[in-house]
């Protein structure tokens, strides 16, 4: 089991930047795969970025690219998302997810294989 919880949400202007955190505990952390996710009102839950375990490899949803960056401190046993040159669109409570290691090349853009689930935080962008 881990327990993940994000912070770091809040009301921004478009172009802003916002940095999320997800603090995990629970079971060793490092042995995780980390997602972060999004919903927006009376949409699916879509993904936004991933990263495996070590950090080396990343992916990113179409509409994030060249703006949001994931990185992790295996340390602090947390993930970070940066969000830059935000637009009105990121509106949405930001999920951060976990999933056991399953392999270097593992780091999955799909909810439903992701495992555990943080709270969420609210992220709003003013136009």
């Known amino acids: 089991q881990v327990q993940l919880v994000e912070s770091g949400g809040g009301l921004v202007q478009a172009g802003g930047s916002l940095r999320l955190s997800c603090v995990a505990s629970g079971r060793t952390a490092t042995s995780y795969t980390m997602g972060w996710f999004r919903q927006a009102p009376g949409k699916e839950r879509d993904f936004v970025a991933s990263i495996n375990w070590s950090g080396v490899s990343t992916d990113y949803a179409d509409s994030v690219k060249e703006r949001f960056t994931i990185s992790r401190d295996n340390a602090k046993n947390t993930v970070y998302l940066q969000m830059n040159s935000l637009k009105p669109e990121d509106t949405a409570i930001y999920y951060c997810?976990?999933?056991?290691?399953?392999?270097?090349?593992?780091?999955?853009?799909?909810?439903?294989?992701?495992?555990?689930w943080g709270q969420g935080t609210q992220v709003t962008v003013s136009s």
């Open positions: 997810a976990a999933v056991a290691y399953h392999g270097d090349s593992y780091y999955p853009t799909t909810p439903r294989l992701y495992n555990y």
